[in-house]
Protein backbone atom coordinates (compact mmCIF):
# COMPACT_ATOMS: atom_id res chain seq x y z
CA UNK A 1 0.00 0.00 0.00
CA UNK A 2 1.33 3.54 -0.71
CA UNK A 3 0.97 6.24 1.50
CA UNK A 4 -2.49 7.86 -0.31
CA UNK A 5 -3.80 4.42 0.55
CA UNK A 6 -2.92 4.25 3.88
CA UNK A 7 -4.72 8.27 4.25
CA UNK A 8 -7.49 7.28 3.09
CA UNK A 9 -8.03 3.89 4.68
CA UNK A 10 -7.25 6.40 8.36
CA UNK A 11 -9.71 8.55 7.48
CA UNK A 12 -12.50 6.55 6.23
CA UNK A 13 -11.60 4.18 9.80
CA UNK A 14 -11.60 7.45 11.85
CA UNK A 15 -15.59 8.42 10.07
CA UNK A 16 -16.70 5.08 10.54
CA UNK A 17 -16.01 4.08 14.18
CA UNK A 18 -18.44 6.32 15.69
CA UNK A 19 -21.46 4.41 13.22
CA UNK A 20 -19.99 1.17 13.94
CA UNK A 21 -19.40 1.75 17.76
CA UNK A 22 -23.10 2.23 18.10
CA UNK A 23 -25.71 0.01 18.96
CA UNK A 24 -28.31 -1.10 16.01
CA UNK A 25 -31.62 0.19 16.82
CA UNK A 26 -34.01 -2.39 18.18
CA UNK A 27 -35.87 -4.44 15.94
CA UNK A 28 -39.61 -5.48 16.58
CA UNK A 29 -40.80 -2.33 18.46
CA UNK A 30 -42.37 0.49 16.46
CA UNK A 31 -41.47 3.83 17.14
CA UNK A 32 -44.39 5.92 17.58
CA UNK A 33 -44.63 8.62 15.01
CA UNK A 34 -46.87 11.89 14.72
CA UNK A 35 -49.70 11.52 12.76
CA UNK A 36 -48.71 14.37 10.90
CA UNK A 37 -48.23 13.54 7.43
CA UNK A 38 -44.69 14.39 5.48
CA UNK A 39 -46.36 15.88 2.37
CA UNK A 40 -49.82 17.87 2.89
CA UNK A 41 -51.59 17.73 -0.11
CA UNK A 42 -54.10 20.32 -0.48
CA UNK A 43 -57.47 20.52 -2.79
CA UNK A 44 -56.69 23.99 -4.88
CA UNK A 45 -59.24 26.39 -5.89
CA UNK A 46 -62.33 24.70 -8.02
CA UNK A 47 -63.55 26.49 -11.34
CA UNK A 48 -65.10 26.05 -14.45
CA UNK A 49 -63.57 25.74 -17.53
CA UNK A 50 -64.58 26.72 -20.74
CA UNK A 51 -65.06 23.42 -23.03
CA UNK A 52 -65.35 24.03 -27.42
CA UNK A 53 -67.51 21.48 -28.71
CA UNK A 54 -67.88 21.37 -32.45
CA UNK A 55 -71.28 20.18 -33.41
CA UNK A 56 -72.45 19.08 -36.81
CA UNK A 57 -75.95 18.96 -38.36
CA UNK A 58 -77.16 15.55 -38.20
CA UNK A 59 -78.19 14.37 -41.38
CA UNK A 60 -81.75 14.70 -42.73
CA UNK A 61 -83.58 11.71 -43.97
Do not use: Y
Not at 28 to 39: D, Q
Not at 42 to 60: D, K, N, Y
Amino acid sequence: MNDFDQILELKLRQMLDPVVASPPPARGRRVKRSRRPILAVEPGPLEAMPVAVAVTSAPQL
